[in-house]
Each structure stands twice: as C-alpha cells, then as structure tokens.
Nanobody, 120 residues
Framework: QVQLVESGGGLVQAGGSLRLSCAAS????????MGWFRQAPGKEREFVAA????????IYADSVKGRFTISRDNAKNTVYLQMNSLKPEDTAVYYC?????????????WGQGTQVTVSS
C-alpha cells in the first residue's frame, strides 16, 4: 500500500514557476514508477510526466516539454514537479501517481491532488 500526498500548488502569474511535491508512504517507494497527471475543469485527466525508479529515465507530455521537470529523492520518499514558464492553460488539479509497472496511464495509487491556477 502506498499513500501519496501532494503539496505546492497555488496561484501564480503567467510566466511564473511552481514546484509541486508528492510525499509517499511506505518503504518501497524506490521500486515505484512515479507519474504526474492533471485535470482541468471540464476536461479529462491527462498525463504530464513520469520518472522511473532511479530517476534515470523521464518522459513528458509534449505540452510541457522544456518547461516542466520531474525528479525524485528516494531517500525522502518524494517526487517533484518543477514547473517553469507557466501558462494559463496549465491551470488544473495536479495529481501524483505510483505503480510498479504502469500500463500506459493506469496507475494503482493516486494522491488527492493539488490545485494550480495560472493567471494571465
């Protein structure tokens, strides 16, 4: 069982930055692939980024490439999402997720989400 708690969301102006954190419970955090997803009002949840157990492999949605960076600290059981050059269209609830071997975007464990609002 893994419990995930996101933090770091808030209101920021376009062009600004935020750093999201996701703290995980459990001693096997380093075994999990971690992902970030987001859901805007009236839209389906979409993939943002993912990172493998060691942090050596990362993937990003095209919409955030070059602006967002996912990273993890296994000693702290935490995964991060550094978001730079934020745009109003990045406004959404951001969720972190964990799975030992996710099938595309199907992850087993999910956090409760943190709101990110980007004003123009």
């Amino acid at each position: 069982q893994v419990q995930l708690v996101e933090s770091g969301g808030g209101l920021v102006q376009a062009g600004g930055s935020l750093r999201l954190s996701c703290a995980a419970s459990g001693r096997t955090f380093s075994s999990y692939i971690m992902g970030w997803f987001r859901q805007a009002p009236g839209k389906e949840r979409e993939f943002v980024a993912a990172i493998n157990w060691s942090g050596s492999n990362t993937i990003y949605a095209d919409s955030v490439k070059g602006r967002f960076t996912i990273s993890r600290d296994n000693a702290k059981n935490t995964v991060y999402l550094q978001m730079n050059s934020l745009k109003p269209e990045d406004t959404a609830v951001y969720y972190c997720a964990a799975d030992l071997n996710p099938d595309k975007n199907k992850y087993e464990y999910w956090g409760q989400g943190t709101q990110v609002t980007v004003s123009s």
